[in-house]
C-alpha cells in the first residue's frame, strides 16, 4: 500500500498539535461550564428537509447514502434523505423543539463538535471542522440582557487561550433598519448586502451600488455609507449616529431603542473587560436574520483571517406553533483558529505524549519492577508510561527525550533505591514512587504562546 | 413546523444523560493519559478505496456526495468516494502510513470519536456510536508484553466508571490454530466460523458443522468443541489443553508457545487485577485475523448486551512495503454502554447543569451586583449562573430547583452581607463571594451508581 496524502480541506493534526486543539477546547468547555452552560451533542446527521429550511445553504451539504442501497435509491434525493450538519444552529433548534417539554428554559447550552460543508475541493476552504457555539434560549420571550452577557462569556472564554487578545464588533439590527427606514430606504436587506461588501470594494463603490442595487439617492447613499464609519466604545457612537441621521432628516424609534441596546452594550462590557468589544456599524453579515444585537469577532493582528466567532440575537430559534424560542448565541471556529496557531506557530505544546515519566526497564526479567513504579506514581495521578523495551539506558533516555518526556525513572535493583532523571538538566537523585511529585508545570503537557 | 421525532439508530441524550456520556469519556481519556496514550483524531471520511480494503465491511458504508454535484456524479461511486469511517482502526492504519516519518515507534494513541455504520434502519441498531480505542503500534515488531499491559488499561478504565465489574475474555489465536491443526484440520478460519457459533446454536450443532463445513471427523469435531469448553485463570488451562491435545493425538510448537503466552497473560493480570481477566477459549471472534491475543469484554451481569470492549494483536496493521507495523489494540463500544446504563437507570448525574450555585437577582437596576458575585465565585473555579429575571426570590428558587442546582446566592443590598442558601436543607447563611466554598461533592456534577 503506498503512502496516503491528506485529503484537502479535512486538517488533521499529529499527536503534539492535536495536545493545542485539545487544550482549546477544554478550555472554551471549562469557561462554558463555569457560566452553567449545560453541554449537548447532537448527532451528525439531520433530514434534507431540516438542512434546507433556509434554501440558500443547500450548496454545501453532504448528503449521504448507504453503499449498499438499491440502485434505483442510490441517485434518489428526497426530504428523508440524510446529510451531514454544516452548523450546529439546525440542530441545536431541532433539538429544542423535539425535547421541549423536556427542558427547563431558558436553556443554557455549550455545544462542540464537528461539521461538514460540501465545499468544492478547489476552493481550498474546511470541508470538516469544529464549531464551539453557547446559545441561551427561551421560550416565547428572552430578556435583552443575555445580549450583554454572551459575548462576555465568549470573551473570557477566548481570553484563556495563549493567543493574540480578540476585538469583538458589535452592531444592532435596529440601528442599521431603523436609520436606513429613517433616511428613506425601505429594502434593509439591500442595503446590507451593498454595506456589506465596503471591504471588498470600498467606499465609492458602495455607495453606486446603494443607488443601483437600493434605489438610494447620492445623499441617501452617502448617509448608509457614513454610519458604516461610526465605530466606538461607548456613548459618543450613539451622539454620532443621532447627529448623522439629524444631517439627513431621519428620526426612528426603532434607531432610538437600538442605540440604547448598543450603547448599554459597550458600556457594561467595558466595565467588565475594558478595550474587548467595540460599537462598529460596518458589521453587516448576519443583519439579514438576526433582530438585535450581531458580533464578530477578530484576532488583533490576524483580522485578515476574517471573523473567528459570530453570532446574534434571533427572535425565532425554533417554533412548533404553539411556541416561539427566541435567543441569543455565539460560534467560534475552532479548527480555524487551531489551524493559524499551527500554521503559523503562534503557540506549542510542552511535549507530544501525556506521559510526564518514563520508567526505564533494567532488564525483561524484571520489566514487573518499572510496572510496579508506574503503577505507583499514576495512583497519584501521574501520567507515566514504561519503557518498551530493556535496551541500553542511554537509548531509553533517547526514547522520553524524543517525545519530550521530562523525567526518566530507574527503578532500584537488589534492594537498592529508585532513582530519578531530569533529562533536560542531567539532574539525578534518588526517589520513592509512592512519595515523588514531578514539578506541577510538568505533570502534563503545556500549551503556551510560543516567543516571537 | 411539526415535533420533530428521533431518527432510529442515532441516539442523543438530554443534559442529564450527556453528563453521564461526557463523564465516561472523561474518564477514559484520563486513565488513557496517564498510561501516556497520545490523543489523536482523524477525520471523520475516508476514501471508499481505503474502507473497502477488508470487503467484507462494505455492506455498513455511508457514501457522501455533495448536494450539488453534477447529475452524472450523483450517482457515481469510485476509489475516491468519500464515505464514513465505520470504526477507528481504519482511519488509524492510514494516519500511521501517512506520518509515519514524523510519528516515534511505538506509538502509544487512544482516539475516541464517532463512527458511522450504515445498517438498514429496520435492524435497530446504531448508525451513529462512539468508540474509544487504544492501539500500541510498533515500526517492524511489538513485544508480547504490550498484549499483557493493554487489556490491563482497559480494566483499570472501565473499573474507574460507576458500573458493573467487567470480565474480559482472553484466548490466542496460536492456541486455536496450533490446536486444530495438531487434531490435523488444516482449514482454520472453518473452524472458527463454526466455533463462533457455540453461543448461538449449541456444542451439538457446531459439531456437526464441523463436520459439514470444516471437514472435521467427529472425533476431530468433538476435540474443537471440547477445547472451547475450557476456561480459567491460572496455569490449570493451559494443562486442561494439554491433556485434551494428547488425548487426540495432537503436537504443536505453535500450540506449546501459544499456551505460554495465554498463561502469562492471565497470571501477570491476575497479580495486578484479581479476577478481571480469564482465559476462555470459545472466543473465536476476530481470531481471523488477529494473529496473537484476542480480548472481549462483557459487564457482569449484562451478558446479553455482548460484548463492550474487543480487539487483539496484529500482525499487520498497515504496511508500505518498506515497513510492516504490528500492532495490538482494543475497542471500547462507548455509546452501547451508555445506552445501557441510561436505559436502565444504571446511573445517574446529581444535577442537569454545570452551575453549583444561582445567584438570584433582587431587581434588574441591582443584576450588575449579581453578576458581580457570580464573577468572583467563578474566579475560584465554582461553576455560576444568574437569574434570568429578578422574580420573587421564590420562583428564583424553584428555577434552581428544576435543574438541580444545590445553592442560591442572595447579593446583599444597601451595606446587607450576601447569604447562600442550600435549597436542599433549606439551611441560609451569610458568606462573602470572594471566600466562600460549596462542599467538594457540590463543586461540579457527579455521576454515580445508582440503587438498585
Redesign the interface.
Known amino acids: 500500500?503506498?503512502?496516503?496524502?491528506?485529503?484537502s480541506g479535512?486538517?488533521?493534526?499529529?499527536?503534539a498539535g492535536?495536545?493545542v486543539?485539545?487544550h482549546v477546547l477544554d478550555t472554551l468547555r471549562r469557561t462554558f461550564?463555569?457560566?452553567?452552560?449545560?453541554?449537548?451533542?447532537?448527532?451528525?446527521?439531520e433530514?434534507?428537509s431540516?438542512l434546507l429550511r433556509k434554501g440558500e445553504t443547500?450548496?454545501?451539504?453532504?448528503?449521504?447514502?448507504?453503499?449498499?442501497a438499491e440502485?434505483d435509491d442510490?441517485?434518489a434525493?428526497d426530504d428523508n434523505t440524510?446529510?451531514?450538519h454544516f452548523d450546529l444552529t439546525v440542530p441545536f433548534a431541532?433539538?429544542v423543539?423535539?425535547?421541549?417539554g423536556?427542558?427547563?428554559f431558558?436553556f443554557?447550552?455549550y455545544q462542540i463538535q464537528?461539521v461538514?460543508r460540501?465545499e468544492?475541493p478547489q476552493d481550498g476552504r474546511f470541508r470538516?471542522f469544529y464549531q464551539a457555539d453557547i446559545d441561551v434560549v427561551?421560550a416565547g420571550e428572552l430578556?435583552y440582557?443575555?445580549e450583554v452577557?454572551l459575548p462576555l462569556v465568549i470573551s473570557e472564554a477566548l481570553g484563556a487561550l495563549p493567543i493574540p487578545p480578540v476585538r469583538i464588533l458589535v452592531n444592532n439590527r435596529k440601528v442599521a433598519e431603523g436609520f436606513y427606514r429613517g433616511v428613506g430606504l425601505d429594502d434593509v436587506e439591500a442595503v446590507l448586502r451593498s454595506i456589506d461588501k465596503l471591504d471588498k470594494i470600498g467606499p465609492a463603490k458602495v455607495a453606486a451600488l446603494l443607488q443601483e442595487e437600493a434605489g438610494a439617492t447620492p445623499d441617501q447613499a452617502a448617509a448608509c455609507v457614513a454610519l458604516a464609519g461610526i465605530s466606538g466604545s461607548d456613548a459618543r457612537v450613539a451622539e454620532q449616529v443621532v447627529r448623522l441621521a439629524k444631517q439627513h432628516g431621519a428620526h426612528s424609534d426603532l434607531l432610538d431603542s437600538g442605540l440604547a441596546e448598543l450603547v448599554a452594550l459597550v458600556e457594561?462590557a467595558a466595565?467588565?473587560a475594558p478595550g474587548v468589544l467595540v460599537a462598529d456599524l460596518r458589521i453587516a453579515r448576519g443583519l439579514d436574520y438576526y433582530t438585535g444585537s450581531v458580533y464578530e469577532t477578530v484576532l488583533v493582528g490576524h483580522e485578515a483571517l476574517g471573523s473567528i466567532c459570530s453570532g446574534g440575537r434571533y427572535d425565532e430559534l425554533?417554533?412548533?406553533?404553539a411556541n416561539t424560542f427566541p435567543g441569543v448565541g455565539l460560534s467560534i471556529g475552532v479548527s480555524r483558529l487551531v489551524s493559524r496557531l499551527l500554521g503559523e506557530h503562534l503557540v506549542g505544546a510542552s511535549r507530544?505524549?501525556?506521559?510526564a515519566v518514563l520508567v526505564a526497564v533494567t532488564s525483561?526479567q524484571t520489566?514487573?519492577a518499572s510496572?510496579r513504579a508506574a503503577?505507583a506514581l499514576?495512583a497519584r495521578?501521574?501520567?507515566?508510561?514504561?519503557a518498551?523495551?530493556a535496551a541500553k539506558f542511554g537509548k531509553q533516555i533517547r526514547?522520553a527525550d524524543?517525545?519530550g518526556i521530562p523525567f526518566v525513572w530507574f527503578p532500584g535493583v537488589d534492594g537498592a533505591s529508585d532513582e530519578v532523571k531530569d533529562i533536560r538538566s542531567g539532574e539525578q537523585a534518588t526517589a520513592d514512587a509512592s512519595a515523588w511529585e514531578p514539578p506541577s508545570a510538568d505533570r502534563?503537557p503545556t500549551v503556551t504562546a510560543t516567543e516571537g
Open positions: 500500500m503506498a503512502r496516503p496524502t491528506p485529503l479535512f486538517p488533521e493534526w499529529l499527536p492535536r495536545i486543539e485539545q461550564e463555569l457560566h452553567g452552560f449545560a453541554g449537548i451533542e447532537t448527532r451528525a446527521v433530514p434534507l431540516e443547500s450548496k454545501e451539504v453532504y448528503v449521504l447514502r448507504r453503499l449498499q440502485a442510490a441517485a434525493v440524510l446529510g451531514l431541532r433539538y423543539l423535539e425535547n421541549a423536556q427542558l427547563s431558558p443554557r447550552r464537528k461538514w460540501g468544492r470538516e427561551g430578556p440582557h443575555v452577557e457594561e466595565a467588565v425554533a417554533s412548533d406553533g507530544s505524549v501525556p506521559s525483561e520489566r514487573s510496572v503503577a499514576r495521578g501521574i501520567p507515566v508510561e514504561v518498551p523495551s526514547h524524543r517525545r502534563w
